[in-house]
């Protein structure tokens, strides 16, 4: 048996979480239609998942505008903007390997519940300041950077923990739905955000997100989850060192991190300048802010219902080219700034054709790798999707900040085309490669 095969003991708690889970399709004969949409939802796990972290990330999204325009209200800066992204993002280019060995060698759920308490405790001190007139742009920035510290840990471990919730044969059902709540979220807290600032003002809306992730550790205490965790005894570099090597051996697992790389730079990077777009181009304050943000989580959640319908009947290869020509086109059509409403239309595309993307780059790595090393080389993908951030959101606000918002944006799009044409034309290869996965 090699390294990595699966051991008789993994492939029971499989088993166990592929059987034991399921909602009784007898008791609610209304839910076939539901379950052939997204099969992920008959798994009882799963949709305790959905409901807490979708009350959580609606939470975390109003925190994201309120944070935005609180900096902005602040610094009237679009540099000092990205600056507080990127120093959240951060985190994740520096200690996301380290995370992906404890996400490796610790039970999921646990370190779940211990981060989205950590979460909530810096949400309630960003609140609490703002509250007391006591905030500045420095508190909001370290609060910023402790944040990413956490989600180091969190966005490995949650992406992980999908296989143990659903199994593999829901996997790229539960994927498409985790990306569907998080794009879900972008468009319910954003769509309110402007209002709840105005009613309750920016560290209202830090508090609010704070008793937002007691609905997740809810949520995760009320599951009955078979635990795969892998002893080993290397050392935390030894343990990267491995997780790297097996990621970077795999073909196709090695180009579409590579691509995340590349979409996280030149693809999510513009949504730092959005507020400036806002308040100085279309002059709607926190109200326009929210409706840009609503705008792109709803493209997002629509390409999430179309892949989680699709999946295993379309090769996620096609959804990757197709989600590129979209992005591409519809971001640049944005970067004209034409007016608002149509403004809405090409932010809803780019959201769909981001997250057309990043779904089916991560559905394939999952179904490539090993359990084993699972935690480990989907840090290497949060590290590519989260922790390149960093470069985009400085590149974006020092360009908008000297050259403006349409070219900023516009040199992102020639980047993306620039980097997305060699896979092109590399289709074929590429096709073949990632039909190999386990669909």
Request: hydrophobic fraction near 55%.
């Amino acid at each position: 048996m090699s390294k990595f095969e699966k051991s008789k003991d993994e492939q029971a708690a499989e088993y166990i979480i592929e059987e034991s889970q399921e909602v009784s399709i007898g008791e609610y004969p209304y839910l076939n239609k539901i379950f052939d949409i997204f099969p992920a939802f008959s798994s009882r796990n799963y949709v305790l998942y959905f409901i807490g972290q979708l009350i959580s990330l609606s939470g975390s999204w109003l925190q994201i505008v309120a944070q935005g325009w609180l900096v902005f209200q602040l610094t009237n800066s679009a540099f000092l903007l990205g600056v507080v992204a990127a120093l959240f993002s951060l985190p994740m280019l520096l200690f996301s390997l380290f995370g992906g060995v404890i996400v490796d060698r610790f039970p999921k759920k646990h370190l779940l519940i211990f981060t989205q308490l950590a979460s909530m405790t810096l949400a309630f001190i960003l609140g609490f300041l703002t509250i007391f007139h006591l905030v500045t742009f420095w508190e909001i920035a370290v609060l910023a950077f402790l944040l990413g510290v956490i989600g180091a840990i969190d966005s490995p471990a949650r992406q992980a923990f999908v296989t143990e919730m659903v199994g593999k044969k829901r996997l790229a059902s539960a994927i498409a739905l985790n990306s569907g709540i998080f794009n879900g979220a972008r468009a319910i807290g954003p769509a309110f955000a402007g209002v709840l600032i105005v009613l309750i003002g920016t560290g209202g809306a830090f508090i609010l997100n704070g008793i937002s992730y007691l609905a997740v550790v809810v949520a995760l205490l009320m599951m009955d989850v078979p635990s795969l965790v892998h002893k080993h005894n290397l050392n935390p570099l030894a343990a990267i060192k491995e997780g790297v090597a097996y990621a970077y051996a795999n073909v196709t697992i090695r180009i579409l991190l590579i691509l995340t790389g590349i979409l996280a730079i030149f693809g999510w990077s513009f949504t730092t300048v959005l507020p400036i777009i806002a308040e100085d181009i279309f002059h709607m304050g926190a109200v326009g802010l929210g409706y840009l943000y609503a705008g792109m989580g709803l493209g997002a959640l629509l390409a999430t219902v179309i892949v989680s319908a699709r999946s295993g009947k379309i090769s996620p290869a096609k959804f990757i080219f197709a989600g590129s020509a979209i992005l591409i086109v519809s971001l640049f059509l944005f970067s004209l700034n034409l007016n608002f409403y149509l403004s809405l239309i090409f932010i809803f595309l780019a959201g769909f054709g981001l997250v057309m993307q990043v779904v089916n780059i991560n559905s394939t790595i999952q179904h490539l790798v090993s359990n084993e090393i699972r935690g480990r080389v989907i840090s290497i993908y949060v590290l590519m999707l989260i922790g390149m951030g960093p470069v985009g959101n400085f590149m974006v606000g020092w360009l908008a900040q000297n050259f403006g918002v349409s070219f900023s944006i516009q040199a992102c799009v020639l980047v993306l085309m620039v980097f997305t044409l060699p896979l092109f034309w590399w289709r074929r290869r590429f096709l073949s490669a990632a039909h190999t996965a386990d669909y």
